[in-house]
């Protein structure tokens, strides 16, 4: 009944002095609007930079046979042929850390087509090749699952076995036939450009090919692999992924704690190092954003709640003289707090994913809204706005009803 | 005529407020008896203390020292959220300034004193606060703004709220200050009205002629009272209108 009472005499209150309520809500409304809008760009921008970073392979996990030495002649990495289609589709099974998973054969071969010919790397992948190096076709087709059963002959190819083969980059080569090493393969897509990798090797001198095409007809038969692929689920999970994978192919190789590995696992951890200081860089700089949102919409509130109840000392020194109490006062000024905090955060969430959006949409900008973005602004711009309402009302209320009654 | 009861007894109430090293004395030892049913002015310069004086027996302020009992039980040694309860039901206030609500219609200023009383039910609030708008005359501007009021009619909503609660005791300070001579006549008519009901008032005023309105008048200078007498000529409203009303034909016939 008091209660009930007392929100009736705020509602009516704030009802009654609409400008300055809605001045009061406009504080909060853009405190909480600008810290969801700033963090869904910051977060947008964010991912999208690392999604870029993440495409030149800073979660590739590169596997590759061991080496060989025979009486103190120790052969390179690949000496022995270590890996077996098995190694990658149980890598693919039994590690949950690890996203994707192809395995590789690969030779150099020598390609015709016409009067032409060219030698470059024929590379024997699954389609998840494709997704852990971030590779797009440009023209034509990928690779379908069917091609990769039935070990159809078909292929990718880079532009620059385009250029050299056809004479011209731009050639739209789908359809056209080439030979390599003898065997008939048609063109089914062109893989988009690369450029150079980070030692200056033309990434886009490359042919892809089922697995099975390369690995059946155009190797000596073997169950042996080049090398196995693979991609963490997140970057800061590459090591753990690491370690998941050599631990499950010691198992399979049925090498002894004690003994040498038989194979190698390599990750591009400079690349990683870059990756974790830029996440890190980005994270600090979201922090800062939001915080300087929080603390300018904070101010923002804190002025206009502290004017607002200063003007209204002599109202409550009118309150007071017909009878109400320190708390009364007190309550009412809690309670058109809150119910302007939770107006203006309704609508400052709005304003912000508006906001966020039309940026999105005018402004080509990605953006990701964040709950947390959401419930971290309402929380903050609530509190203060409650507190500078219920300060400066606390001490209005402790005032003599006639320094109350006196105030101009 | 059987002794009036006592509803208002203070002994020896001292105010001081300390200017530096200077105790200056805004009431000294004022002892002072009001009746159930007395029309009393207080009367005085600015700074004699009668201001002091009718906050702290309206519980609006506490004095240095001294006594002070209501219908015979003790006012001072209670605390703040007391008084308050005590100003919302045995007292009512009137200000030189109306000191309504701006924006705030006449009925809700009416019913602001009800709100903080936890004794009335929701379902005759409305009732109450226009009851006691008619009372004084109002009955027709119930959801006027006080901007929309003139200065009378403002004063008007204000002693309907000072009377929503029917409190024993109606304190008004300067109730006139801020009327003309013809609306002040009329607002003294209604506390004469209210005075008659039985209600008691004290009013402050430095107007001679409204303090001859009242039953009795006392005098403050410099923190004490120097004259408390009866009014012997006393002043009725509704006759003084007449007059006026006679006076202003006379005008503006000849």
């Known amino acids: 009944m008091k209660f009930f009472n007392l929100f009736r005499i705020a509602y009516r209150s704030l009802n009654?002095?609409?400008?300055?309520?809605?001045?009061?809500?406009?504080?909060?409304?853009?405190?909480?609007?600008?810290?969801?809008?700033m963090l869904a760009i910051g977060e947008g921008s964010n991912q999208t930079i690392q999604k870029s970073i993440s495409s030149l392979g800073t979660n590739s996990i590169y596997i590759f046979p061991g080496t060989n030495s025979n009486g103190g002649v120790r052969g390179g990495a690949g000496s022995v042929q270590s890996l077996t289609l098995e190694d990658a589709d149980a890598i693919a099974a039994h590690c949950d850390l690890v996203?994707?998973?192809?395995?590789?054969?690969?030779?150099?071969?020598?390609?015709?087509f016409g009067p032409k010919n060219w030698n470059t790397t024929v590379m024997g992948i699954r389609n998840?090749?494709?997704?852990?190096?971030?590779?797009?076709?440009?023209?034509?087709?990928?690779?379908?699952?069917?091609?990769?059963?039935?070990?159809?002959k078909v292929c990718l190819v880079g532009v620059t076995v385009i250029f050299n083969l056809f004479g011209d980059e731009n050639f739209n080569?789908?359809?056209?036939?080439?030979?390599?090493?003898?065997?008939?393969?048609?063109?089914?897509?062109?893989?988009?450009?690369?450029?150079?990798?980070?030692?200056?090797?033309?990434?886009?001198?490359?042919?892809?090919?089922?697995?099975?095409t390369v690995q059946k007809r155009m190797m000596i038969s073997s169950d042996h692999i080049g090398s196995i692929i693979a991609s963490g689920k997140t970057e800061l999970q590459v090591v753990d992924a690491v370690d998941q994978i050599t631990s499950l192919l010691r198992e399979k190789h049925k090498i002894a704690p004690s003994d040498a590995i038989d194979f190698t696992v390599r990750t591009q951890s400079e690349l990683s190092?870059?990756?974790?200081?830029?996440?890190?860089?980005?994270?600090?700089?979201?922090?800062?954003?939001?915080g300087i949102s929080l603390l300018v919409g904070g101010i923002g509130i804190m002025n206009i709640m502290l004017v607002s109840v200063t003007e209204r000392t002599r109202e409550i020194g009118i309150r007071m003289a017909i009878g109400a109490k320190g708390k009364d006062v007190l309550l009412q000024f809690v309670i058109e707090s809150i119910l302007i905090s939770i107006v203006g955060g309704l609508i400052g969430i709005i304003m912000g994913i508006v906001v966020a959006e039309l940026v999105a949409t005018f402004g080509g900008w990605p953006?990701?809204?964040?709950?947390?973005?959401?419930?971290?602004?309402?929380?903050?711009?609530?509190?203060?706005?409650?507190?500078?309402?219920?300060?400066?009302?606390?001490?209005?209320?402790?005032?003599?009803?006639?320094d109350a009654l006196r105030y101009e | 005529m059987p002794k009036a009861e006592n509803l208002i007894t203070v002994k020896e109430l001292t105010k001081t407020y300390k200017t530096g090293n200077l105790e200056v004395f805004a009431l000294n030892a004022i002892s002072l008896n009001i009746d159930k049913g007395e029309f009393l002015a207080i009367m005085g310069a600015s700074g004699s203390g009668k201001s002091t004086f009718m906050n702290i027996i309206g519980c609006l302020d506490y004095p240095t020292s001294g006594e002070y009992l209501m219908e015979g039980k003790d006012v001072l040694t209670r605390d703040k959220n007391e008084l308050a309860e005590l100003r919302n039901?045995?007292?009512?206030?009137?200000?030189?300034?109306?000191?309504?609500?701006?924006?705030?219609?006449?009925?809700?200023n009416v019913e602001l004193p009800l709100l903080y009383n936890n004794k009335v039910e929701a379902s005759i609030r409305e009732k109450k606060a226009i009851d006691a708008l008619t009372s004084v005359g109002l009955s027709d501007r119930l959801g006027a703004m006080p901007n929309e009021l003139s200065g009378g009619q403002q004063q008007r909503v204000a002693i309907a709220r000072a009377l929503v609660n029917e409190p024993l005791v109606i304190m008004a300070d300067e109730p006139t200050g801020n009327l003309d001579s013809k609306t002040s006549y009329e607002i003294m008519g209604i506390f004469q009205k209210l005075n008659d009901e039985g209600i008691t008032i004290v009013m402050v005023?430095?107007?001679?002629?409204?303090?001859?309105?009242?039953?009795?008048?006392?005098?403050?200078?410099?923190?004490?009272?120097?004259?408390?007498?009866?009014?012997?000529?006393?002043?009725?409203?509704?006759?003084?209108?007449?007059?006026?009303a006679t006076l202003t034909d006379e005008k503006s016939t000849t």
């Open chain 1, 99 to 112: 996203k994707y998973v192809s395995p590789i054969v690969q030779r150099r071969s020598q390609l015709i």
């Open chain 1, 173 to 212: 080569p789908i359809g056209q036939i080439i030979r390599i090493n003898s065997i008939p393969v048609k063109i089914i897509g062109v893989l988009s450009k690369m450029g150079q990798n980070t030692f200056g090797q033309d990434q886009d001198d490359i042919v892809l090919a089922p697995f099975y």
């Open chain 1, 367 to 402: 953006v990701v809204i964040t709950p947390l973005s959401v419930i971290v602004s309402f929380g903050f711009s609530s509190a203060i706005g409650l507190f500078f309402g219920w300060y400066p009302a606390r001490k209005a209320a402790a005032l003599n009803p006639i």
């Open chain 1, 273 to 290: 190092n870059i990756f974790g200081s830029i996440t890190k860089v980005m994270t600090i700089l979201l922090a800062s954003i939001a």
């Open chain 2, 205 to 244: 005023t430095h107007e001679p002629d409204i303090a001859q309105f009242a039953k009795t008048n006392i005098v403050f200078k410099d923190g004490n009272i120097i004259a408390n007498h009866p009014v012997s000529d006393r002043k009725i409203a509704t006759e003084e209108l007449i007059k006026i």
């Open chain 1, 128 to 152: 998840d090749y494709m997704l852990i190096r971030s590779l797009n076709v440009t023209i034509g087709n990928g690779i379908s699952e069917a091609d990769q059963r039935t070990a159809s």
């Open chain 2, 89 to 108: 039901s045995k007292l009512g206030f009137v200000f030189q300034s109306f000191n309504l609500l701006p924006r705030t219609s006449a009925q809700e």
């Open chain 1, 16 to 37: 009654r002095n609409k400008l300055r309520s809605f001045l009061t809500m406009l504080g909060i409304i853009i405190g909480v609007a600008s810290v969801i809008a």
